[in-house]
Each structure stands twice: as C-alpha cells, then as structure tokens.
C-alpha cells in the first residue's frame, strides 16, 4: 500500500513550503533523502579546476615578477600570503555548487520551467553573492526546521 494513495495526498504538493524574502514568497520544494544525497555528492565532487586556473591566471602570468616571500609557488599550487589559492578555489568551487544545489530546489512560478539547467552563472548575474546567501541560508531553514539550533549546539 501506498501512504500517498491511502491518504489521497499529492506527495509534490506536500514537500512544497513558502518563505518569504523582501517581499517575495518563494516556494521551495522539500528534497527526499536520497535527493540530499545527491546534493551533497555534487558539492563533494564538484570540479574545481576550472576555478583553481581562474583564480590562479594572473599570478602565473606575472609570476617572475611577483615571487618572493608573499607569494609562493609550487608544482601544484600558488601560495599568497600563508594562504593557498588551491585551498581556495575548492572551497568557492564548493560554496558556488551548494548555492546552484539550493538554488534549484526553488519552484518556479511558471510550471512549464525547470530549475534544472540553472547554472552558477545564471545565479551569479541575477543575485549578489550576500542575496545569493541569504536565499541559500532561508532555503536551508525551511527544508531543515531546527537547523540553525542544531548547529550551535
């Protein structure tokens, strides 16, 4: 027996929950475990390559003037101030999937769209990286109640 159909209930329209942003009401759709899973998959194994060369571009295009004891470079990596640009590219490259990740659990407004092919660039021109979080931390609490209380403690 299925619980949906016993209860007569339309299981898309139950993990469906409204928040309210600026003015707007944007709907967001409850993730299935495994639909989190996924999710976290994606962000754990996102390609961060493309990333580390952008970030790293300009510092190995000027490299034989810039080296010395602020910047550092290795066979594998540039270091800048004690900090690695490795290090940093796969933390944005993480940061910037679990925002799309989020991003797409959104229902759009019009039933016809997806939300699938939406991309970090889509995402990035529309929004501010502080909206961008903002949207991702308000997503997180209504698919997570109790979220945030967890965390602290």
Known sequence: MKLSSALNINLDNIRIREFTMAGQKLRVRVPLASEM?????AVDE????????????????????????EIKFLDDDIIVDGKSIKEISILTAKTEERITQMIRLLV??????????????????????????????????????????????
Not at 37 to 41: D, F, R, V
Not at 46 to 69: C, H, N, P, T
């Open 37 to 41: 899973e996924a999710i976290t998959k």
């Open 108 to 153: 759009p407004t019009n039933e016809t769209d997806s939300m699938d092919t939406i991309t970090y660039a889509d995402i990035d021109e529309a929004f501010p990286f502080a909206v961008q979080m903002e949207v991702m931390k308000k997503i997180i609490e209504v698919i997570s109640p109790g979220y945030e209380e967890t965390r602290k403690n």
């Open 46 to 69: 996102v390609d961060w390559s493309k990333k580390y060369q952008e970030m790293s571009a300009s510092f190995l295009k000027d490299r034989a003037e810039i080296e010395g004891e």
